[in-house]
């Protein structure tokens, strides 16, 4: 996550970067390791870990075209805020439909108030316009994140959608296990192919033998999280309060 951000100088302190091609979409989709070529040592399982991550950075650069001519609101409300970015932001893990995936969100601070915070704290995504929250995939609470897909299913369904988000998930993960293995087994084919000393060769493979996957729950690996039953009906509630909020706020206003 830090290289990515850093080759699209978002990361504090990187450079820079021009960018020709203007790049517009906030989603960063892992590499594909098993067609890095030239690698005669098994690969890092790490490479083959990797989620999606959604880059959250409202004071950049990168969603200037949301702003408009607005400024961000500070958290604390002042009148005249002046919010800028105050060093690395934070991962969050959020439940999606098709997978895990990061939200990565920006520090933030106010110069005025001197106030700091995350841009994906739901106090202030509730001051934020409509045009950036609904480019915000995700339903945001303190304790909560999920994708806005899995509610839409949960809605459309009425199932119970954690077994099947969960057992989704492990098959994600065994895939990528099953991708990393067959990348060290293409290596040694490769090796053995090139060299016809192959006793040789099988020799150094026990020296270099690949690294383990580690379970799906590994916070170093893979870091696969757990659904509840439970937890889903909470987000549906949190949601459902959240818009009675909103509409019964939309009626006053009509009556005045
Ligand atoms: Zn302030």
Not at 248 to 256: D, F
Request: hydrophobic content about 35%.
């Amino acid at each position: 996550m830090k290289t990515e951000l850093e080759s699209m100088g978002l990361w504090p302190g990187s450079i820079p970067v021009h960018n020709p091609m203007k790049m517009v979409s906030l989603w960063r989709f892992p590499p594909q390791p098993e067609l890095i070529d030239s690698i005669s040592d098994p690969p890092s399982p790490k490479y083959f870990q990797l989620h999606p991550f959604f880059i959250w950075k409202p004071e950049n650069d990168l969603m200037a075209r949301l702003r408009n001519n607005d400024t961000l609101p500070c958290i604390e409300g002042c009148a005249q805020a002046r919010v800028a970015s105050a060093g690395v932001g934070r991962p969050r893990v959020i439940v999606g439909i098709t997978g895990q995936y990061y939200l990565f969100s920006s520090r933030l601070c106010c110069k005025v108030c001197r106030k700091r915070w995350y841009a994906d704290n739901p106090l202030w995504l509730e001051k934020l316009s409509k045009r950036f929250t609904n480019l915000l995939l995700a339903i945001l609470t303190y304790k909560k994140a999920i994708c806005k897909s899995v509610m839409d299913e949960l809605r459309r369904t009425g199932n119970d959608m954690a077994k099947q988000i969960m057992e989704m998930m492990h098959l994600k993960y065994e895939r990528a296990h099953l991708a990393f293995l067959l990348t060290c087994q293409n290596i040694v084919d490769g090796e053995a192919g090139k060299y016809d000393l192959r006793t040789i060769t099988q020799f150094i493979r026990q020296e270099t033998k690949p690294a383990p996957f580690g379970e799906y729950g590994d916070s170093d690996g893979w870091n696969g999280i757990s659904v509840s039953a439970h937890y889903l009906t909470d987000c549906l509630l949190h949601e459902y309060k959240h818009q009675e909020g909103a509409i019964t706020k939309l009626l006053q206003g009509k009556r005045c």
